[in-house]
């Protein structure tokens, strides 16, 4: 074969590869609830899960409603997973315990609620760098903006959307997918 052929396919394959993503599985990720005991990822295969980053002094705090509406509507088919963060104005400032006790007390909570973590920056959680990079995710990427912003994950552990804090748990958007 011709040199200057081997070298363009060479480069080819090279820039190809380099831009190709390579998913990993978010069921591989390790996170803990609030009780600090893991929370496994591959026990939701099948279903389609909303992760959402919460906060409890928000003003999109009384989402929470309409988070655990959605959640008893769709249990069959849908688990929502509330992951405390307090990057956004601080507005997560309590421990796992004050988490657990306002999310029951003011709004029935009964989905998972994770540890809090952070959704961006140098301390990204590995569920957020999964969530966030289509390199990771296979499908696209994103920034978290606030408080609230919630991404779907189909059943098959895909990467549907992500809907910024402006989207109310319930709408078409979201329950599209499900239905």
């Known amino acids: 074969m011709n040199p200057f052929k081997i070298f ?4 080819f394959s090279k820039s190809s590869n380099s831009e190709s993503p390579d998913p990993s599985s978010i069921y591989d990720i390790e996170i803990n609830g609030l009780t600090r005991q893991p ?11 909303l992760f959402v980053n919460v906060a409890s002094k928000c003003g999109f705090t009384p989402q929470y409603k309409e988070l655990q509406t959605l959640y008893e509507t769709h249990q069959d088919k849908l688990v929502v997973i509330g992951v405390p963060c307090n990057q956004f104005g601080k507005q997560e ?22 540890e809090k973590v952070e959704v961006k920056g140098s301390k990204q959680h590995p569920l957020y760098q999964w969530l966030t990079q289509k390199q990771k995710n296979g499908a696209k990427d994103s920034n978290v903006k606030w408080n609230f912003q919630k991404y779907l994950v ?6 549907i959307d992500f809907y910024f804090s402006m989207t109310s748990p319930t709408s078409s958007k979201i329950t599209k997918h499900i239905k």
């Open 39 to 49: 929370l496994t990822l591959s026990d939701y295969k099948g279903k389609y899960v």
């Open 93 to 114: 400032p309590g421990n796992s315990k004050d988490i657990e006790s306002f999310c029951e007390i003011n709004y029935g909570v009964s989905f998972p609620i994770t």
């Open 154 to 159: 189909g059943p098959k552990g895909d990467l």
């Open 8 to 11: 363009m396919a060479t480069l």
